[in-house]
């Protein structure tokens, strides 16, 4: 397996006299990466509402990595779950229910390589 620019297969053929061969070649993720938040950021709900949030791991040339552990820990509000695994798409997702307290709330995505914040807004359910 080799690490490129992008992931891929690729075959190979090569002949010498009168003998050939052809050889398939999988361009997989680099092993290095970092997380990034790729949705969710920003967002805004009424207290008690969910919000999702999801974050994506990807190596340095953009390519998706699966099987990332992330762990979730919040500052407030209830998360659906503490932990996720990167998808095929190199994305974790979670759930935030926002509350009991209004106001910015940050929510930490923590993996091997990194760690990011999102941060949403938990909205008065009156006026």
């Not at 009168?18 to 070649?25: K, P, W």
């Not at 997380?35 to 919000?51: H, K, Q, R």
């Amino acid at each position: 397996y080799l690490s490129a620019a992008i992931v891929a297969t690729a075959k190979v053929a090569a002949s010498a006299a009168d003998q050939a061969a052809e050889v398939t070649v999988t361009l997989v993720p680099d092993t290095v990466g970092m997380i990034t938040a790729f949705g969710g950021d920003g967002a805004a709900a009424l207290v008690g509402n969910p919000l999702t949030l999801t974050a994506r791991a990807i190596d340095r040339f953009g390519n998706a990595i699966k099987g990332i552990d992330i762990t979730w820990t919040t500052s407030s509000g209830q998360l659906q779950a503490q932990t996720a695994t990167t998808d095929s798409t190199g994305k974790a997702t979670n759930v935030i229910t926002v509350g009991p307290d209004t106001g910015k709330v940050a929510i930490v995505a923590t993996s091997r390589f990194n760690s990011i914040t999102f941060t949403v807004s938990s909205l008065p359910d009156s006026i």
